[in-house]
Each structure stands twice: as C-alpha cells, then as structure tokens.
C-alpha cells in the first residue's frame, strides 16, 4: 500500500482546525520542527516523533525563518523543496505538515522578544550574532500553535538543542525536548541541508570534520588537552577546511571536566559552506585496556 500524503496546512486556522479533533480526544501531539529541504537525518527525527506519540499526530514544520539568518547568511538561497519534503513526510508517516509563509508566522514585526541568554553568546552564538533570538521566537511560536507533548530535534545542531530544552524549562512551557541522535553518510558526514552546496572535491574535504571528532574520541581517555591536540593535528592534515571553533565543553556547554562525559563541538567552512558537527565522549584518566586507545 502507499503511503498516505500528510495534510498540508498554510495558515494558523487550518493547524488549528486539524489538531482541535486529535487533541480533543486525548491524544498526544509530537512536532518536528525543520527549514525544510529535508533528508535521512530528518527521517529519523519524524520516526522517533511517532514513537514517542504513537497514534497521535506527528506535525512536521516547514519554515524558513527570516530571523535566525544574519546579514550575508544563506536566507535567500537556502533550499525550498517542498514537493520532496512532502513526499518523505508520507514515507515516515507523518500526519500534518505545517508550511506557512513568512506574513502567516510574522503578521507584523515582533514587540516582544525573547531573551535566549548566555548559553547564546557562544559558539555559534558569537559568530552570528541574533541566531539564538531568532531561534527563540520562532520555537515559541510554534510550541504555541501546535501545543505539542513532545517536540524532536536532531543533536547536530547540539547548541539549539541545548538552548531549547532550558528555554522549555524556565519558561515552563510544557513540552518534552527530545535531541535524536546525528545521522551520517556512509563515511561520516553528517547529514544537513546544506551538503548540497558542496562540491564534489569539497565533498571529500569535509568528512575532515567527523573525523577531527572521532580523533579527539579516541584521546579522550587521557583528557581534554590530549583529546584537542589530537583534533587539531587531524585538522591541519586535512586541505580545505577553514576552522571557525573547536571546542570541548560539559552536556550543557559550560566548561569542560576533569572527568566525565563531555560534549566536542566543531565548525567550520569548507568553500563557502558554513558546516557544524558535534560528538559525545567521556574525558578520563587512561586506561591501558580500554578499546580504541592507542
């Protein structure tokens, strides 16, 4: 049997009209939210959103929102596929797809705003001033329309996903924050939108990014000096990738410990694609025994 399309809505009104049944009835609501030009990675995320709900409707968004792109970002080229992202939303079960234009999600200029906090001015934060803001407001707004259970992101974009999950809590807005875990091509590179971009040479250059992770993985058994050390020397034998950060922070992106599980972060462009990547690893003291050490 085929997949059955998803409903597509384009206004807040149809949204509201199409969950107020479910919703009624008792049943739990999951949303995915995305900038369409969706893959695999995003495929994942909708199968753990049914998981987690499972008969109650799975929302996916699709928006493209203005706010989290700074000057001279990517606003205007970014990917609008939204026939295909269709089609994969069917695949993976998806029950409402929700596209609506900029005037639906922004009917005038925002007064109010939101304040993402310090977890905002690192990392991605301090090479694009406002993302984080614009983040903020548009995932507000869409915990509003929507009044998910549960709501998937992907763990590549770690920064987001952090900041959301204590946006969530402080701001008491009830919805369970779900990270899913990175999912990589066949050599390693993670899956994103903006991998189209690349160049077939390019293509190559940039698995230097997952590797550069997994170096640092394989030293972290002797702390986090070792374990950057060995990432940096993994990235200066890798052509084309012009570093932005790399990093070794705690889960919640304050600093690293001594001892323990730990977040490595990276970015980096290779041509003129702007790409991120990330990895869990536990810092310790070395074991002679543990596997992979060397």
Known sequence: MAPQPPVLASTRAELAALLSERRASGQRVALVPTMGALHAGHASLMDRARSEVGAGPVVVSIFVNPLQFGAGEDLDRYPRTLDDDLVLCGEHGVDIVFAPAVEEVYPTEPSVTIDPGPIADLLEGATRPGHFAGVAIVV?????????????????????????????????????????????EDDGLAMSSRNRYLSGTERDQAVALSRTLLRARENASYGADS???????????????????????????????????????????????????????????HDPSTKGDS
């Open 140 to 184: 507000t707004k869409l915990f509003g329309l929507v009044r998910p259970d549960v709501a998937v992101f992907g763990q590549k974009d770690y920064q987001q996903l952090a900041l959301i999950r204590q946006m969530s809590a402080d701001l008491c807005l009830g919805v369970e924050v779900i990270g899913a875990e990175t999912v990589r």
């Open 227 to 285: 374990a950057l050390a060995a990432a940096r020397a993994e990235l200066r034998a890798s052509p084309g990738v012009d570093l932005d950060y790399l990093v070794i922070t705690a889960p919640d992106l304050g600093p690293a410990p001594a001892e323990g599980e730990a977040r490595i972060l990276i970015a980096a462009r290779v041509g003129t694609t702007r790409l991120i990547d990330n990895m869990p690893l536990h810092l310790g003291p």
